[in-house]
């Protein structure tokens, strides 16, 4: 199946409307907005794509990114390289073929897209298992939402067309939800645990960790395994001792 | 060097200035016009630019294809898979990787885009190597000018990025110049021939031709010798006669 379009807060409603037609072009149609500033649905988006209504019509709103890509199992992020983060950088083709791979298991991707002025914050890149960077010209490098959504979109269909057809693995793939819930009860036994400090470093640090999460492309099972073990981890002391016994 | 961008008789200066700044994201900045309807410079053509004002001011204008494209040593026609001609069609990645094998010797290369309305003419399409075919969804399948050249532009960058060096040919490759005098030398030879019957069939027979030359993908030298052949046929009988004696 093919990636969910996954625009970040977006402004302008035109923007919107060019993004869906793009998708539409290369028969990409989840469209999802997070956030859009002038409120959905959005005359100018409607009539900014050109004829692609499948794809505005079912467009549909989340009011977090979180909510937005929690039953996705690959997510990429566009975006220039980031200097303070260590997420692996890819090409459109590589990135694109990696996404390719999970969806041919069945499993849901994505592709964020950050808003107009200042694209993907870092704490949004960091929910993302990569980052696609397109290889502009340093010189002359701002690409529009609507040319981004062209290039992936059509990277994609070239892509999924000319892939084989691979092995399944074993077990699903973990979803975003998987992995933020795995994230949010790491962060939830660490705290008590004092591990955040000092405090002004504590937002850096678990963004880091779900950044580690993220990357490791864990299948489903292997998350609800290490949930167990978090599990476990968060119990009182004495309660650990009784199993030994 | 990266490849010519020719719009053969654009119509909107908005489309050139947008396919202008598509050029210049990914470092192509050799922008030819063909007959621009609304003549050059154009105002609109430069603020819709965004800022790409130095493949603006250095873009030339042709009144012929034939002209614009004369330097040039592989050419490619970007358009729907054509009905009625037998030219070779490939897809943008593997367009792109032929026309840089060709600019890897240092020789020019092109690609045509067609006017807003209904692309490039079966005449213009017969100048060009090969046909690059965007994969797009048949049910929604238009393309804009600045969309067509940013996607090319795009796997230009990538191709010639990922390229490896390849020896260079013996010969230089024969540009397209050279292609169409030899077209129009065949002609010359054949049409005293009768070869051009019946009259109501002679464009479409010429047409095919040049197809047939411009697939060859001859080198300079091979193009000389092929002119020195038909010099020979065009002579009369009796020269030809006079030789052997």
Known sequence: MPPAIVLVAPQLGENIGTAARAMANFGVTDLRLVAPRDGWPNEKARSASSGAIHVIENARVFGTL???IADLSFVIATTRRPRDMTKRVEGPAEGLAEL??????GAGTGILFGRERWGLENDEIARANIIVSFPVDPTFASLNIAQSVLLMSYEWRRVAHAA??????KNPPATREDVTALWEH?????????YFRPPDMA???ARNLLL?????GWDRQQVRTLRGVLGHL??????GDDREG
Chains 1, 2 share one sequence.
Not at 100 to 105: G, N, S
């Open 100 to 105: 390719a791979a999970t969806a041919r298991t």
């Open 164 to 169: 084989p057809t691979m092995p399944e693995p």
């Open 66 to 68: 979180d909510e937005a």
């Open 203 to 205: 937002e850096k640090m």
């Open 186 to 194: 790491l962060n939830r036994v660490l705290t008590p645990a004092g």
């Open 212 to 216: 580690i999460l993220s990357d490791a």
């Open 234 to 239: 968060e119990r009182p002391r004495g309660e």
